[in-house]
């Protein structure tokens, strides 16, 4: 962590990639509100994905291979979680009936929360986890020592895990997002309009100043992007529990390449049914690593060898089955 925390190079390197890419996504290219094509989408998800391997790399050369390799697992776990949040999105946008040329706009408003809601999960849990280290004992002949924070979330992240695997999906389609906690700040601070105005957060109905369901669904957004950190964010502990800046710029790049991915897979959404059993052997193998950790310890080469691994197999499942669906 020193030599990246402290290389003046990479932080502003970073910070000033993510601004000036922000600043163009949305004063430039997306100034006008349009409906994102699917050849865009790919574009801009090629060059995410080209700029986060980029950015692996420099790591690489400033702090070595295992940095790399935590780097990259936790960026392709937050990624890899991220396709829950696109099927959530998708409910949302279609409860609220929003113009498909305001999504893009929603999405990147609830970026720039994330950017701020990660950045005091990460660094805050760090220094947690810092403070909850036991006293170093000895177990069967090893000298041994357990963080009560890890030992929690490893726990935690099994359970989501094998909750997640047989959780009933067709539920959430028949959701009152409208009584989500986001919707209920901005109901309970200002009058709602029943009426989009364009992209306006705020609108003007009789001489009444009113927000706009636009700005109810980003605070859903808001809120849903939140409750999906309570399983993301611990499970990327599990990486590189003692180094905030390999967690925050992982989980940065994989959020930032979100918007375009949603685009990318709206319409698609339904040929991954198995990932989600997918994600519930990610999350579980996280967790039983973070409670095994003071007893025996996963590299991060291998970490990232059983993600990679489970992701392609289930993404390739789920093209096979769907594709099986369609021919039948």
């Not at 698609?268 to 690593?289: D, E, P, Q, R, T």
Request: proline share 3%.
């Amino acid at each position: 962590m020193d030599k990246l925390i402290n290389h003046p190079g990479v932080l502003t390197g970073f910070a000033v990639l993510v601004v000036v890419m922000l600043l163009l996504d949305l004063g430039v290219f997306n100034k006008k509100a349009h409906v994102v094509s699917s050849r865009e989408a790919a574009i801009w998800s090629v060059v995410w994905i080209t700029l986060s391997m980029g950015f692996s790399l420099v790591v690489w050369h400033v702090s070595g291979f295992d940095k790399f390799t935590q780097f990259q697992s936790a960026y392709w776990i937050e990624k890899a979680l991220s396709v829950d949040n696109l099927f959530v999105f998708i409910l949302v946008f279609g409860f609220f009936n929003v113009p498909l040329e305001l999504h893009h706009k929603v999405l990147f408003w609830g970026i720039i929360g994330a950017l701020i809601f990660r950045a005091i999960f990460i660094f805050a849990g760090v220094e947690l986890i810092n403070l909850t280290y036991l006293p170093e004992t000895e177990l069967w002949g090893h000298h041994i020592r357990i963080n009560l924070v890890l030992l929690l979330f490893g726990l935690f992240l099994v359970y989501a895990g094998i909750r997640s695997a047989f959780d009933d999906e067709s539920q959430e389609g028949e959701k009152d997002f409208t009584k989500s906690a986001g919707a209920r700040i901005i109901y309970r601070f200002f009058k709602v309009s029943r009426n989009f105005d364009g992209g306006k957060f705020f609108t003007v109905e009789n001489g009444v100043k009113m927000a706009t369901p636009l700005l109810v669904v980003v605070g859903v957004i808001e809120f849903t992007d939140v409750l999906f950190a309570v399983d993301s964010i611990p499970a990327i502990f599990a990486i590189a529990p003692d180094d905030p800046f390999i967690l925050y710029t992982s989980n940065i790049f994989a959020i930032l390449g979100l918007r375009a991915l949603y685009f990318l897979l709206a319409n698609f959404i339904h040929m991954f049914s198995l990932l989600k059993y997918g994600l519930a052997v990610i999350l579980s193998f996280i967790g039983l690593k973070m409670v095994i950790s003071p007893f025996y310890h996963v590299s991060s080469p291998i970490s990232l060898s059983i993600v990679g691994g489970v992701l392609l197999v289930s993404v390739v499942a789920s093209l096979v089955v769907a594709k099986k669906k369609a021919t039948s």
